[in-house]
């Protein structure tokens, strides 16, 4: 049985008074307000009140409010790939803390740690948000990996490799690290027209943007690369503040001045801009065999032989069931097939021949070659999101813009292209509130091209296939197709030019051997140059910039592959430079800074 309390009992905080006892100021007419005011009770509680005041309000003013401030803590199970003699993957796990005030984001901590089999005590790797210049995806065909990169590891050419068990994993960090890194620096909205926009070998985008955020510093490792939404192979950008793109299926996008898109889901995306891109791509894997007297061509090797199934390089097994789609957002679109347009050239079955692993391949089997190898491919197709929008239906293979325009919105940029079929063609009515430009207008020129670079003066220089160099004269706004072409030859008769990228006074190229290559002596009047010099090898991309300045993206033997590097010494007297300044790398494909200057460009 629950017995209820009386009225007359005392609950907490609260005081219950009879009413045959009320005090007199219950009591209507007894006592007037100035005669409550003087009680002597009532001072006493006032002299109270306001020491209380003193002791527990005024005395910690100048202590910082915990209220203010909120944290979070997220961790997951994942792997790290530890340094030594042998890397070897171990168990960890990552943890992101986050600290944000009233005002907005304060800071935040991202830590690993490690607890692994040939570990005594526990590894620990701690970074500030600040500190890290780069969050990518280094996924392959084994393992989904996110590489974190920081001055330091930079320049050591070892980011802190995390692998995670699914790709919605992996993407969640992804944009979890890209958001908080982006906040730690105030870097918000679109990247200027001075930005570097760069590519991975996978197609995600990058940009670094030298007027957006806190950041001021010309070393090249701790410069900070954003990721912006979209999937592309070829991205041209210049002073005006646009940027040209090309998919791996050739198509031509423009960017739109938004920001965010793909693996970003909505959390950090523009308001406008953000369009549905698709892409497509092919898988190659190739079929190894070595020559048997008594069998002739067959799977059985010697000890020392690449597998039976390989990569291009043949260092790694590549085979039609363990090679996996670059991430959950690509879907197969056909089965594995022979191609049969290899480069060097195949047989009616689609093998080429050679000497040894490896080697030069050919299409026809000779007396001396003892191997051969087959390319198959397997075309895959990308949905995703970014703020890019598609040109029409014209299908191109390279794009450039002038390097010395003025920047001025109303001035129209030349911008030039070649098509698939190696048409050579120029775009009327680009500017900046039209980026997209009006229509294309074809330029003779009767032999198939393959690359094109818009330099300074109105000289438009152009690769053919057969590796001879084009240069189109006569460039203005009033005839921007040119009036007439300038025959330029190869190195020699060994090097094949692929590529070439002209600044305002100078002209690079590299050929299919990957050498980069200066054109020396050009001068007004004798615009074509007169010779080419080596300047070095292992280049995959070269950019000139506006005031001269050369970056690339260099393989290093033996060492990092895909490497974003910077020209030093570039001078009058030095127009090669002297060497590379590494910067973020390991699966860079491309580089454009044809908007970008620095304070240590030097004009030539």
């Not at 190898?373 to 075309?379: G, V």
Request: aromatic share 12%; glycine share 8%.
């Amino acid at each position: 049985m629950i017995r209820r309390p009386p009225r007359s009992t005392l609950f907490p905080y609260t005081t219950l008074f009879r009413s045959q006892n009320l005090p007199n100021w219950f009591t209507p007419g007894l006592l007037g307000h100035q005669a409550v005011v003087n009680e002597p009770w009532r001072k006493d509680i006032l002299v109270l009140l306001a020491a209380r005041h003193i002791r527990e309000i005024e005395t910690f003013l100048s202590y910082e409010q915990a209220i203010d401030k909120s944290s979070w803590v997220i961790t997951v199970k994942a792997q790290v790939l530890l340094e030594g003699r042998q890397p070897i993957w171990e168990d960890c796990k990552l943890e992101l803390e986050k600290t944000r005030a009233e005002e907005g984001f304060e800071s935040a901590t991202l830590r690993c740690f490690v607890q692994g089999n040939r570990l005594s005590t526990c590894e620990k790797f701690i970074f500030t948000m600040s500190s890290i210049t780069c969050t990518v995806c280094l996924s392959d065909y084994q393992k989904l990996v996110l590489a974190v990169y920081t001055a330091r590891r930079t320049m050591e050419k070892w980011p802190l490799r995390v692998s995670f068990s699914s790709d919605s994993e992996l993407e969640d960090w992804l944009t979890l690290l890209s958001n908080t890194c982006c906040e730690s620096r105030s870097i918000r909205g679109s990247p200027s027209p001075k930005a570097i926009w760069s590519l991975t070998s996978r197609g995600d985008i990058f940009t670094h943007d030298p007027l957006n955020g806190s950041e001021l510093t010309d070393k090249l490792n701790e410069f900070f690369w954003r990721q912006l939404g979209g999937h592309l192979q070829v991205i041209e950008s210049c002073v005006a503040g646009i940027v040209w793109g090309l998919g791996y299926n050739r198509t031509p996008w423009v960017y739109t001045g938004g920001w965010g898109g793909g693996f970003f889901k909505g959390m950090d995306n523009s308001s406008f801009g953000i369009n549905p891109m698709h892409d497509e791509r092919l898988m190659f894997i190739y079929e190894n065999q070595r020559w048997n007297p008594l069998t002739g061509f067959s799977n059985r090797r010697l000890l020392t032989d690449r597998c039976m199934w390989s990569d291009k390089s043949g260092r790694r097994e590549c085979t039609k069931e363990n090679t996996k789609l670059p991430s959950i957002h690509w879907l197969w679109t056909t089965d594995w097939l022979v191609d049969f347009h290899t480069p060097g050239g195949v047989d009616r079955d689609g093998w080429q021949y050679a000497k040894d692993f490896p080697m030069v391949y050919h299409g026809t089997k000779g007396l001396t070659d003892y191997v051969r190898r087959r390319r198959w491919y397997r075309k895959c197709k990308l949905s995703t999101f970014g703020p890019w929008e598609e040109l029409d239906s014209v299908r191109l293979v390279d794009i450039s813009m002038q390097v010395d325009h003025s920047g001025c919105p109303m001035t129209p940029v030349r911008l030039w292209a070649i098509s698939v079929k190696g048409e050579v063609l120029c775009r009327i009515g680009v500017t900046h509130s039209c980026p997209k430009g009006i229509y294309w207008e074809h330029v003779v020129l009767d032999q198939v091209a393959q690359s094109v670079s818009v330099g300074g003066l109105g000289e438009v220089w152009v690769i053919t296939k057969n590796g001879n160099a084009f240069l189109r004269h006569g460039v203005t706004d009033e005839v921007p197709a040119g009036s007439i072409w300038f025959v330029v030859g190869p190195p020699d008769k060994d090097s094949t030019l692929r590529r070439i990228s002209a600044g305002l006074n100078t002209v690079w190229a590299i050929d299919t051997a990957n050498n980069l290559w200066y054109r020396q002596e050009i001068m007004p009047l004798f615009p074509e140059g007169t010779c080419w010099k080596h300047v070095c090898g292992n280049v995959r991309c070269i950019s000139a910039g506006q005031n001269d300045q050369v970056w690339g993206v260099i393989d290093i033997p033996f060492s990092t592959t895909g490497v974003v590097c910077r020209r030093l010494g570039i001078s009058k007297e030095n127009p090669i430079g002297t060497n590379w300044e590494h910067g973020i790398g390991g699966g860079w494909n491309y580089v454009s800074i044809r908007g970008y200057k620095s304070s240590v460009d030097i004009v030539i």
